[in-house]
DNA sequence: CCCAGTTAGTCAAACGTTAGAACGGAGGTG
DNA sequence: CACCTCCGTTCTAACGTTTGACTAACTGGG
């Protein structure tokens, strides 16, 4: 094939539907009914193949501005997530792509990292009618915000994070991921677990040290305030944690990590601080990316299907009334992966 | 504020020009014509006060499909990317998005990972008028594809990534940014580098390349092809080119990484065969990201533009007509990120 | 043979916006 | 005072689809 020579051939006019009508010998809306696959509608075979026939040849395919104009609906979902950086969004981004192609339509996903004004002007440049609904993925969303959403009287959906009080989200089963992971640790012999957790306004931080604490209450253990850290999902806040651990009057021999993205750093630092991972700490932490297998050492987790809560999170928004109320955990598998991060405690105290 | 109960409050049907217009006592074509700031409009400052009163009063915002109906153009600009898993991707992105919006545009991003087509399912989605041109980053593209995307008469743009022959497109400097690199391993003494390149079909890995012979070339040396190896991009990569290396004859003692994704597999792998980095190989890969301060050791990178690169590639495609060619190289500074990866080369052979 | 009911379509009116053309009045010019 | 020009606005015809209402031709039953 040669390629033509610029970004487009001279813009020669679409083919509508009348082209096509025309061209079969029918009225459009018959042609508009077949492209529809409209069950109301009765046609001979005979000329139900011209029409197919026709919009074949003219390679026709449907003016969507004029659909939504004529059916109030735009085709496309809007998928608010605070960062693209962030890889735990993109698996959630991969799995609402694909519900949304399921369903012929269009994922449109923003950040609050361009625009100056974070969900705000998301919502501006949406303006009316260019998305049907709307999912908001982590992040916080402000008092405005969240009034401004209600006023476009958009069905919207939180992802991965339940909303202050209404019931409008789907999240998956955070506590349980983090009993998995927890136990694995104490399954090796750890009694001096500590967590690196997520930010006080997160959601799914709460939940995971709620896990947490359960597991350690299960095993017959206090948890221990001091071995309780607070983070933000990032690697900086892990480097933080395990500063704040390691200088504690006793340090903890394994770590759950409420998120790959800190684990970075919790691992970067520990290996500042010449602490030997699995050999004096364990560490396991909170969602597997392909990342975590080549991180040193590679990376025990807890797989969450994210992709699976982006899909069911999309399909939710797309065929629930907005008027309804939705609460769901995703309930599909979650696994313990583990790989060379963590092992059981050093048998007695030693000198590097 | 109390959250309502649901998704959205009942549909209240939209406010239009013609309410704005039976309120303000005007025409709606008058309306619309303040709306948009037409030049050409001569109106008495009073009734454009008593207009754009009326606008805020109803809290009018235009209904896009219409807007796009009428027009013929949608306000949105499409890119296509391989994956959204991949960091790089997500600066480009974020620049795209920023650039998108200060010109009024909401920016849609698809991946190939969701649809099973490719591209081709992406193309489908779009249909007619969804979007008014399209960003192609990275990734290939079929002949196939490329046949659809010049048959659908849509603008497009090649970015970080020159499509075969036709020149619609904008890249960094990546020749320069790998020069950089290698002068750096160069200048720290280092004689024998090797160089984990990208995917033959790449054309950032072949500018890469191209730097790294270039800047051997420059210091007199001559370009060992046992010390080239052919990667993907991807950590997997990196972990298979470190074994290669490292069982060749004569091992270097400095790598030049085409990209931080594939330097993540490659400093696992010398950790896994106990290769400390850097005294016994040093290691620099091109591209910054927040990641690499945080691997084991601290990765020295290239840090490129990508973000302006993002940001170009749209201003380009929303400004340049389609039929005509784009060549643009981004010129934002590309600047060297020391970190703990790299260091001169051993004194002499000494065993572990 | 007439009416009811189906079949296979056609007709036309929206959806909300834009943009070119038209238009009534005021003010200036010859 | 007739004519032209500018000003400030209004009118109107699209843009391409969808969808409820309508109809013309058949078919079959009484």
């Known amino acids: ?144 915000e969240q009034a401004t959403l209600a006023d476009r009287g958009l069905p919207w959906l939180f992802v991965n994070r339940r909303g202050p009080g209404a019931g409008r989200h789907v999240v998956l089963d955070d506590e349980l991921g983090a009993r998995l992971a927890v136990r694995h640790l104490l399954d090796l012999g750890h009694r001096r677990i500590a967590h690196v957790g997520g930010p006080a306004g997160a959601d799914t931080a709460h939940r995971r040290r709620d896990g947490y604490a359960t597991a350690l209450r299960s095993a017959g253990l206090e948890e221990d305030p001091r071995l309780v850290v607070q983070g933000s999902y990032g690697p900086g806040s892990g480097v933080q944690a395990v500063q704040k651990l390691l200088d504690g009057p006793e340090p903890p021999t394994a770590l759950f990590v409420a998120n790959v993205t800190s684990a970075i750093g919790v691992l970067s630092a520990l290996r500042a601080r010449g602490v030997s991972v699995p050999d004096e700490m364990s560490v396991v932490a909170v969602h597997d990316l392909p990342l975590a297998e080549h991180l040193i050492p590679p990376l025990t987790t807890v797989r969450m299907p994210l992709r699976a809560l982006g899909a069911r999170a999309t399909r939710l928004l797309l065929s629930v009334p907005a008027d309804q109320l939705v609460e769901e955990v995703v309930r599909e598998p979650i696994e313990l992966v583990v790989r060379q991060s963590t092992a059981g405690p050093r048998q007695g105290p030693r000198t590097l």
Chains 1, 2 share one sequence.
């Open 1 to 144: 094939m040669t390629q033509s020579t610029g970004g487009g051939r001279a813009r020669t006019r679409r083919v509508t539907l009348a082209d096509v009508a025309r061209r079969a010998g029918v009225d459009k809306a018959v042609v508009s009914r077949v492209v529809n696959d409209d069950p109301m509608l009765n046609i001979r075979p005979e000329t139900r193949a011209r029409v197919t026939a026709a919009l074949k040849e003219l390679d026709y395919r449907p003016n969507v501005a004029a659909r939504s104009l004529r059916t109030a609906r735009a085709g496309t979902v809007g998928l608010f997530i605070p960062d693209f950086a962030n890889p735990v969004y993109a698996e959630i981004i991969t799995g609402a792509e694909s519900a949304a192609a399921e369903r012929g339509c269009a994922l449109m996903v923003g950040s609050s990292t361009a625009g100056r004004g974070g969900a705000q002007s998301y919502l501006d440049l949406l303006g009316q009618g260019r998305v049907d609904g709307l999912l908001l993925a982590g992040g916080t969303i402000t008092d405005e």
